[in-house]
C-alpha cells in the first residue's frame, strides 16, 4: 500500500502545482513558458517546494519498487525523484518568462537546473522501456518513447521561440505532455503494483 501511496502522491502533487500555479500566474502562458519558470518571482517557492517534496516520494518510490521489481526499472526512477528534487533546489534562469524582480543571464544555479530537469524526465522516459519488458510491453514502449518525442518536440520549439522564428511557440505545452506521459506511466505502475503488493500482504 505504501508503494502506491508513494507513486500516485509524488506525480499527482507536482502535476497539481504546475496546472494551478501556470492558470493563475500573471504574465505566465503555459503553453510557452516552461514548468521550471514557475519557480520565479515571489511566489516561486510554490514550484520549489512542490519539486523538492515529489521528487523525494518519487525517488522514495524508486527505492520501494526496488524489493519487488528488480532491474534498472526502479533504479531509474529513483534517480528521476533525486533529480527533480536537485532540479528545484538549483532554480532556472529566467528565459521567455521574466517576472518583475527577476534578471535576465545565465547562473552557475541555472546551468545545473538545466542539466538536471532532462535527466529527471528521460530517467522517467528510461524506466518504463526499461520495465516493458517485465510489464505492460506497449503501454511502457508508448509511455517511454511518447515522452522523449514530447521532450525533444519542446526543445526544438523553445529554440525556435528565442530565435524570433516562431514566437509565441508551443513548447510549454509539449512539455507539459512529457510530463503528463512519463507520470501517468508512474502512477499506473505504482497503482497496479500497489494492488499486487497488497494481495500478496
Given at each position: 500500500?505504501?508503494?502506491?501511496?508513494?507513486?500516485?502522491?509524488?506525480?499527482?502533487?507536482?502535476?497539481?502545482?504546475?496546472?494551478?500555479?501556470?492558470?493563475?500566474?500573471?504574465?505566465?502562458?503555459?503553453?510557452?513558458?516552461?514548468?521550471?519558470?514557475?519557480?520565479?518571482?515571489?511566489?516561486?517557492?510554490?514550484?520549489?517546494?512542490?519539486?523538492?517534496?515529489?521528487?523525494?516520494?518519487?525517488?522514495?518510490?524508486?527505492?520501494?519498487?526496488?524489493?519487488?521489481?528488480?532491474?534498472?526499472?526502479?533504479?531509474?526512477?529513483?534517480?528521476?525523484?533525486?533529480?527533480?528534487?536537485?532540479?528545484?533546489?538549483?532554480?532556472?534562469?529566467?528565459?521567455?518568462?521574466?517576472?518583475?524582480?527577476?534578471?535576465?543571464?545565465?547562473?552557475?544555479?541555472?546551468?545545473?537546473?538545466?542539466?538536471?530537469?532532462?535527466?529527471?524526465?528521460?530517467?522517467?522516459?528510461?524506466?518504463?522501456?526499461?520495465?516493458?519488458?517485465?510489464?505492460?510491453?506497449?503501454?511502457g514502449l508508448a509511455s517511454g518513447i511518447g515522452v522523449i518525442v514530447f521532450w525533444v518536440v519542446a526543445g526544438v520549439l523553445n529554440g525556435l521561440d528565442y530565435a524570433g522564428v516562431w514566437s509565441p511557440a508551443p513548447a510549454g505545452l509539449f512539455q507539459r505532455l512529457?510530463?503528463?506521459?512519463?507520470?501517468?506511466?508512474?502512477?499506473?505502475?505504482?497503482?497496479?503494483?500497489?494492488?499486487?503488493?497488497?494481495?500478496?500482504?
Amino acid at each position: 500500500m505504501t508503494t502506491r501511496l508513494l507513486g500516485i502522491t509524488g506525480t499527482a502533487l507536482f502535476t497539481l502545482v504546475w496546472l494551478v500555479e501556470g492558470a493563475i500566474r500573471p504574465g505566465y502562458d503555459p503553453m510557452r513558458d516552461w514548468i521550471s519558470e514557475l519557480a520565479l518571482s515571489s511566489r516561486g517557492w510554490i514550484q520549489i517546494a512542490s519539486f523538492v517534496l515529489s521528487g523525494l516520494l518519487i525517488a522514495a518510490f524508486g527505492q520501494a519498487l526496488r524489493r519487488t521489481v528488480g532491474g534498472w526499472g526502479p533504479r531509474l526512477i529513483t534517480v528521476a525523484g533525486a533529480a527533480l528534487v536537485l532540479a528545484g533546489v538549483f532554480v532556472i534562469d529566467p528565459g521567455l518568462y521574466n517576472p518583475e524582480g527577476t534578471t535576465a543571464g545565465s547562473t552557475w544555479h541555472g546551468i545545473l537546473h538545466n542539466i538536471l530537469g532532462p535527466i529527471a524526465v528521460l530517467s522517467v522516459a528510461a524506466a518504463a522501456l526499461a520495465l516493458s519488458r517485465r510489464f505492460h510491453r506497449v503501454h511502457g514502449l508508448a509511455s517511454g518513447i511518447g515522452v522523449i518525442v514530447f521532450w525533444v518536440v519542446a526543445g526544438v520549439l523553445n529554440g525556435l521561440d528565442y530565435a524570433g522564428v516562431w514566437s509565441p511557440a508551443p513548447a510549454g505545452l509539449f512539455q507539459r505532455l512529457a510530463m503528463l506521459t512519463g507520470f501517468t506511466y508512474l502512477a499506473v505502475l505504482a497503482w497496479r503494483q500497489g494492488r499486487k503488493d497488497y494481495s500478496q500482504g
